[in-house]
């Protein structure tokens, strides 16, 4: 099995048309900084195994490869999930928040912040830093804050600040903008831990080859059990970190389908969705160019799902430059079909499923629309016009990994709530 690091690819700025660094040029000496550091660490064997180290022995890994039974007979084919519901703090983020707090530590930073939106990242991070004995402040708007009042308090009890961020709608766009701003103050002494597979270049990359231990592991894991690869690997995509951290395990293997499922949310045609690269334009967010929700002016729209993290306007560069290549397929699954799903999962195999990854079982099992494919579209009950779900379910049995990228224990009261 690879090591987190070593095999990773170029550290791209650019795919094909996106990515790049769309920032105040302020941010560009801390932005080559970072890549020069990630590009001698990776190439660092004393930084590789002490990574690999902690994700062992402190994370859990290497997580899990299950050959879900029940879940296969429901879905007509042969289906392994990739549990990264059992790491450490209950997803995959903890592999990105623990390797770049690691390197901020390498960096002589002292001082790490990062944004968050319902506190996932925020707990990954602050986990992480309690770990490694770093200061940690983290952005959240006032809004989340009220929202996710658990998430809140178990950043504070890991020794993190969380810094209410007042502006706007008072939720993750604005707490990352204030993210930026404190790091152009303060990026001296002080690393930016961006959550997801975003962001300017060199994060998509860095964020990318942290995960990457994911597909890693699942290919080696997936050949061991069935001695073949799989037909298809499917994963979530919000800004689209587990999802990209397995397919580029996979990226070379041409008979490997690639599938990604955003959130339909209400429904692609009701607008409110988080669904951009099935339904959106190329534009700039948050220092990259990629697939983003905006307006005829350009202006970021907000997002809609019923899991909050895939509730994000925009996409990672990578993810958009897949889908233009066909490499990649992109498909979205609406919040009633995902909570179907969770629900489907947790009675099938005793696995209680993140609404995240609970988008990508819900596909599994037949839901969703595949804009490029110009299938029928989803309704605003959430109902698919043109069901069956057939042509992704050729007949003769297949072999699918899917990444569960997380546990549920957070979406219990919402899903209750919804009834
Ligand atoms: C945050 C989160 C996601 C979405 O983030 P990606 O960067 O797209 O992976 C998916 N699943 C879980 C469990 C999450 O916490």
Redo the contacts with the bound molecule.
Sequence with gaps: MTGPVASAPGLDRRFGAYGGRYVPETLIPALDELEGAWAEARGDGGFAQELAALLRDYAGRPTPLYRARRLSEAAGRTVYLKR??LLHS????LNNALGQALLAKRMGKERVIAETG?G??GVATATACALLGLECVVYMGSEDMRRQRPNVERMGLLGAEVAPVEAGARTLKEAVSEAIRDWVTNAAGTHYVI????GPAPYPAL?RDL?RVIGDEARAQILAAEGRLPDRVI?????????I?TFVAFAADADVELVGVEAAGEGIDSGRHSAPLSTGARGVLHGSLSAVMQDSDGQIVEAHSV????D?PGS?PEHAHLRDSGRARYVAVTDDEAVAAFRRLCRLEGIVP?L??SHAVAWLLGAGVDAAAGRGPVTANGSEADPGGGDHHPSGGGLDLLTL???GD?DLAEVLELG
Excluded: F, I, M, T
């Design positions: 990264e519901d209950g997803a995959h983020k319902a996932q990242h959550g997801s597979a975003v964020v995960q994963a979530c995509v919000g800004g689209g970190s587990n999802a951290g899991s909050a993290g895939l994000y990672g993140a995240e990854p990228s997380g546990r957070k």
